[in-house]
């Protein structure tokens, strides 16, 4: 049996645990995890003509527009040898990007991990962040040993402004305007694989697994 080779992309609302699984995936696939995050900063760092646009709307706290965002990806998916396959997470976030990296490579996996808003609310609003090594808690999935403090360098936890409740309702909102969509262009394209993020992490991926290896992908 000839071994399908993944290209991926992974998605759900923030809080889902999509960079999680993107990693599990990575490591039992033996497949490059791309994080558009990384790709950005890469850009930026190499000060290119595209990274000095970038840098502008980042630094105001903007997103980039599609145009932008498509021309960085496509550059460094050209640079990345993608014959191996890969899983991309952060990116595509709206239907024109997908269909702009449709154009590029063809999607054949389209991971979509659901949870519902107050879930990812709760899982969010309860994050705390280290001040000095900014190594991120949970006061209820991940305590830190010392309280309020961080366990790894003892400096004091705080919670950063991303996670205030009105702006993780905010980016709901927008992810069900703006992103979710997606699940309905991947379907149709056949592609689409929809899993429960409402579940221990290690439950998810073998969800994961067994609906990868129905669709004939094997490790
Ligand atoms: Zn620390």
Not at 100 to 110: M, T
Request: hydrophobic content about 40%; glycine content about 8%; some cysteine.
């Amino acid at each position: 049996m000839t071994r399908t080779r993944v290209h991926g992309i992974i998605f759900g609302p923030q809080g889902c645990g999509k960079g999680t699984q993107g990693q599990l995936l990575s490591d039992r696939y033996d497949l490059p995890l791309l994080g558009s995050g990384d790709m950005f900063r890469a850009e930026i760092e190499a000060q290119t003509p595209l990274g000095k646009i970038a840098e502008e709307y980042v630094a105001r706290g903007m997103l980039a527009p599609d145009e932008v965002v498509n021309a960085i990806i496509k550059k460094r998916l050209k640079e990345i040898a993608t014959d191996r396959g890969f899983v991309l997470e952060g990116y595509p976030r709206n239907v024109e990007q997908a269909e702009s990296l449709d154009r590029l490579v063809k999607i054949n996996l389209a991971i979509h991990i659901k949870i519902r808003d107050e879930e990812a609310v709760r899982r969010l609003i309860g994050r705390r962040q280290c001040v000095h090594c900014r190594s991120v808690f949970h006061v209820e999935a991940a305590p830190s040993a010392m309280a309020g403090r961080c366990a790894l360098c003892g400096h004091a936890l705080i919670k950063r402004d991303d996670d205030q409740e009105a702006v993780i309702r905010q980016r709901l909102i927008a992810y069900h305007f703006m992103t979710e969509p997606m699940a309905t262009y991947y379907r149709q394209r056949g592609v689409l694989l929809t899993v429960n993020g409402e579940q221990p992490i290690h439950f998810l991926f073998q969800e994961l697994v067994k609906k990868m290896e129905k669709l004939g992908f094997a490790a």
